[in-house]
């Protein structure tokens, strides 16, 4: 009963690892973000943005620019971290003596592939 939870079977990505869910409520916070900006009647005034605890005034167009930085980089480490759980649950569910679990390695369609289905089904 006073065991830790962080020691649990099953368990071992280190608490301190940021989850999915962390890094894709950043990601939305972003994308507000960059929204705001791109509804802003004066886009070459400057912004207020938010490190830490502290705001900083900086021009919209480097907010802009570091914001999309920002978002591709939360893109990467969420499709990395998807990719490690999906291996994941395959062990679990290999050690369990159950079946993989089917559609679970798809991956979505980019947007020019998207594209050419688009162009497929049109013809």
Do not use: W
Request: aromatic share 4%; charged share 35%.
């Amino acid at each position: 009963h006073g065991r830790d939870p962080t020691l649990a079977p099953g368990r071992r990505t280190p608490p301190s690892q940021p989850s999915i869910v962390d890094l894709d409520v950043k990601r939305n916070r972003n994308r507000e973000a960059l929204r705001a900006l791109h509804k802003d009647p004066e886009p070459d005034d400057k912004a207020m943005v938010c490190f830490g605890n502290m705001f900083i005034e900086l021009p919209k167009a480097k907010t802009r620019e570091m914001l999309r930085q920002d978002q591709e980089e939360l893109d990467e480490e969420i499709n990395n971290l998807r990719k490690e759980l999906r291996v994941k649950v395959n062990r679990l569910y290999e050690a369990q003596g159950k079946p993989e679990l089917k559609g679970f390695n798809l991956n979505p369609m980019s947007a020019e592939e998207m594209k050419l289905i688009n162009r497929i089904l049109e013809s």
